[in-house]
Nanobody
Framework: VQLQASGGGLVQAGGSLRLSCAAS????????VGWFRQAPGKEREFVAR????????YYADSVKGRFTISRDNAKKMVYLQMNSLKPEDTAVYYC????????????WGQGTQVTVSS
C-alpha cells in the first residue's frame, strides 16, 4: 500500500480544509487509516482514524467536533474534513495505514502542510 496526502494549505482561523489521502494497492480496504500531525518542535500526534469498513471512527479530544474522517474504499481514498480551524492546528499532516496495530503503522504517506493564520 502506498499513500499520498494532499489538500493542505494556508487558511484563516475559523476556516475549513479537506485533506485527502490517496492509496494504491489491492488490499487497501483491509487497512484502518489514520491521520497524524506534527507541529514544529513537537512530537507527532494522533488526530483521527477510521476502521477498514468505515463503521468506526476515533478522534483526538483536540479535534473532536471539528474534524471528520471518512473513506471511500471503491476510490481508495480517505478524507479529513477540518472545520473551525485554529492556529494550533498548524502542522504537517500525515496519513497512515495499519492492518492490526496503531503502535507501529504499516505504511505512511508523505505529509501535507496545513497553516492556520490568526
Amino acid at each position: 500500500v502506498q499513500l499520498q496526502a494532499s489538500g493542505g494549505g494556508l487558511v484563516q482561523a475559523g476556516g475549513s480544509l479537506r485533506l485527502s489521502c490517496a492509496a494504491s494497492g489491492r488490499t487497501f480496504s483491509s487497512y484502518a487509516v489514520g491521520w497524524f500531525r506534527q507541529a514544529p518542535g513537537k512530537e507527532r500526534e494522533f488526530v483521527a482514524r477510521i476502521s477498514w469498513s468505515g463503521s468506526m471512527t476515533y478522534y483526538a479530544d483536540s479535534v473532536k467536533g471539528r474534524f471528520t474522517i471518512s473513506r471511500d474504499n471503491a476510490k481508495k481514498m480517505v478524507y479529513l474534513q477540518m472545520n473551525s480551524l485554529k492556529p494550533e492546528d498548524t502542522a504537517v499532516y500525515y496519513c497512515a495505514a495499519a492492518l492490526s496495530s496503531w503502535a507501529n503503522p504499516d505504511y505512511w504517506g508523505q505529509g501535507t502542510q496545513v497553516t492556520v493564520s490568526s
